[in-house]
T-cell receptor, first 111, second 113 residues
Framework: DVKVTQSSRYLVKRTGEKVFLECVQD?????MFWYRQDPGLGLRLIYF???????EKGDIPEGYSVSREKKERFSLILESASTNQTSMYLC??????????FGPGTRLTVL | GENVEQHPSTLSVQEGDSAVIKCTYS??????FPWYKQELGKGPQLIID?????GEKKDQRIAVTLNKTAKHFSLHITETQPEDSAVYFC????????????FGAGTRLTVKP
């Protein structure tokens, strides 16, 4: 089975802190994605990557950056966390031309 | 870009009844349509998908139908069970575009025992 793991299930940070969310997949998938999920808004794409060191902006990249130094790992970075970034963050991975597999999510609260 | 609308937002059925969730999409170039089930506290799980060269696909109690002309697709769950209770998301993408996917807003399905 595909396994996508995220470094934390719950995270509480203060406004202005730098936050790192880590995602690792074990199936040699080319594509990796970061979404945020908010009530009534569904899943919104923040960034995705289709290869090591490659990244593409999604629909809501403002306030976020990403890093993909190794194929299995995709990191989401909040340079200076703000309260409006309180959300559920979901990482996903996929092979080219296949469906996406999601991790369990990280619920981030910014105080 | 692609826009996916999903209805209803909530659905309550009696155990053993069928449930149907409908989605429409806007981009006629979309050719891949997955459905995800998200249980409380978990990430979405891919439960079934369909490509545009197929009109219907079944997997045990779940089935998906696709009408390319009308640009809509539906999830059908038969003989519902309490463990089917979850939020279901539809999605659409052009699968050649590195899987850039657009999701519906979700349907909260409750199956009453």
């Amino acid at each position: 089975d595909v396994k996508v793991t995220q470094s934390s299930r719950y995270l509480v940070k203060r406004t202005g802190e730098k936050v790192f969310l880590e995602c690792v997949q074990d199936m040699d998938h080319e594509n990796m994605f970061w979404y945020r999920q908010d009530p009534g808004l569904g899943l919104r794409l923040i960034y995705f990557s289709y290869d090591v060191k490659m990244k593409e902006k999604g629909d809501i990249p403002e306030g976020y950056s990403v890093s993909r130094e190794k194929k299995e790992r995709f990191s989401l970075i909040l340079e200076s966390a703000s309260t409006n970034q309180t959300s559920m963050y979901l990482c996903a991975s996929s092979l080219r031309l296949r469906g996406q597999f999601f991790g369990p999510g990280t619920r981030l609260t910014v105080l | 870009g692609e826009n996916v609308e999903q209805h209803p937002s909530t659905l309550s059925v009696q155990e053993g009844d069928s449930a149907v969730i409908k989605c429409t999409y806007s981009d006629s170039a979309s050719n891949y349509f997955p459905w995800y089930k998200q249980e409380l506290g978990k990430g979405p799980q891919l439960i079934i998908d369909i490509r545009s060269n197929v009109g219907e696909k079944k997997d045990q109690r779940i089935a998906v139908t696709l009408n390319k002309t009308a640009k809509h697709f539906s999830l059908h769950i038969t003989e519902t069970q309490p463990e089917d209770s979850a939020v279901y998301f539809c999605a659409a993408s052009i699968i050649q575009n590195n899987n850039d996917m657009r999701f519906g807003a979700g349907t909260r399905l409750t199956v009453k025992p």
